[in-house]
């Protein structure tokens, strides 16, 4: 193996470290102590441990956090009831609606309806628009992750020919967006794309984010790249249940130049990085000072 491990693990303990100075400075300095409100509607069970792990990190962080937990036939009106309370609560800086809702439930409706500032997941139309015009937004956490580590390991991102595997709205879209704004040379695949291995090695940053189990080859990705792998797939193998990511790490970590490893790589930079906005959203909500390399 060559390749440089990037330690999501170790970078996020670091940015929840800064998180937690930010937010003792505003509490000391300004009183203000960021809260961030979760809800959560049924009974998923990753969407409850997801919950329950955000909850405990914002309160490791000094954080206050407001969790509310409604049954899966929760009416869409009161949904929307809810979001509008929180809207309008000073001590709530940040709402997260934790997706997937169930059927019954307009997902884009609900999303649009937070108010866009306190919008910590940044799915809302207008953070997606601000975005996309280079304008100050607020930025969704898994790609703001994965943004803030290929910034530490290769320092400006200016000029390389990037690949975005993957077009949703909450990975490769704004993946692809924040590449532009740091002046990558981007390219955005997907299913249709032709020639994808091509694609691939012509870059010199490969964003994989897939969903497809060890779909990406070392030898795909050109010598010395920077291989940032977003895929979380649990297999069996060798008679174990196992994650893995959308590249195969062991080929790809012979050639590439650096690679973030899964599990510990993209993962936990991204509860780290909801910490992160809602510290911001909290220091625009009072007109403060915001802090220094939590943002895009
Ligand atoms: P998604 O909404 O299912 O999107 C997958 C994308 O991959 C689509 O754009 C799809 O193309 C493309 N794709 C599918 N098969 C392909 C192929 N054979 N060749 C090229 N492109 C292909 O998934 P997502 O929500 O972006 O998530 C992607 C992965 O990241 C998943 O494993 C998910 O669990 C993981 N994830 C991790 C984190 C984290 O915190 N680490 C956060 C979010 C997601 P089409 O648009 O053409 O269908």
């Known amino acids: 193996m060559s390749a440089t491990i990037i330690d999501g693990k170790a970078f996020a303990a670091k940015v929840r470290g800064q998180v937690a100075e930010h937010v003792a400075r505003l509490k000391a300095d300004h009183g203000v102590t960021p809260g961030l409100a979760v809800v959560l509607v049924g009974e998923d069970p990753a969407s409850q441990v997801y919950v329950r792990s955000k909850g405990k990190q914002t309160v490791e962080v000094g954080m206050n956090s ?16 809810l979001i509008d309370q929180l809207n309008n609560d000073p001590a709530v800086h940040g709402i997260l609606v934790q997706l997937p809702l169930p059927k019954h439930l307009n997902e884009d409706l609900v999303i649009n309806a937070i ?3 306190k919008d910590v997941d940044g799915f809302h139309i207008s953070n997606v628009g601000l975005l996309a015009t280079g304008q ?12 803030m ?9 200016a000029g390389n020919n990037a690949v975005a595997i993957g077009r949703s709205n909450i990975v490769g879209k704004p993946m692809a967006q924040l ?32 969903g497809r189990p060890e779909m990406v080859p070392g030898d795909w990705i050109a010598p010395g790249a920077t291989v940032i792998d977003v895929g979380i797939n649990r297999i069996e193998r060798d008679g174990k249940n196992v994650l893995v990511g959308d590249c195969d790490f062991a080929s790809c970590a012979e050639i590439a130049g ?13 509860i780290a990085c909801l ?17 220094e390399g939590l943002t895009a």
Request: aromatic share 0%.
């Open 149 to 157: 580590m290929l910034r530490e390991h290769l320092g400006s991102l």
């Open 258 to 270: 650096a690679i973030t490893p899964v599990p510990g790589g993209v993962g936990p930079m991204t």
């Open 66 to 81: 407001y969790e509310h937990k409604l049954s899966p036939d929760t009416p869409e009106a009161e949904l929307l009831a």
């Open 179 to 210: 590449l532009l704004r740091d002046s990558c040379t981007v390219t955005i695949a997907h299913s249709r794309t032709k020639d994808l291995p091509a694609v691939v090695r012509a870059a010199e940053i490969v964003i994989a984010a897939v």
């Open 275 to 291: 910490l992160a906005n809602t510290v911001t959203a909290a220091c625009r909500a009072n007109g403060l000072a915001e802090p």
């Open 115 to 117: 108010n866009p500032a």
């Open 136 to 147: 100050k937004s607020m930025v969704p956490c898994t790609p703001l992750g994965c943004l």
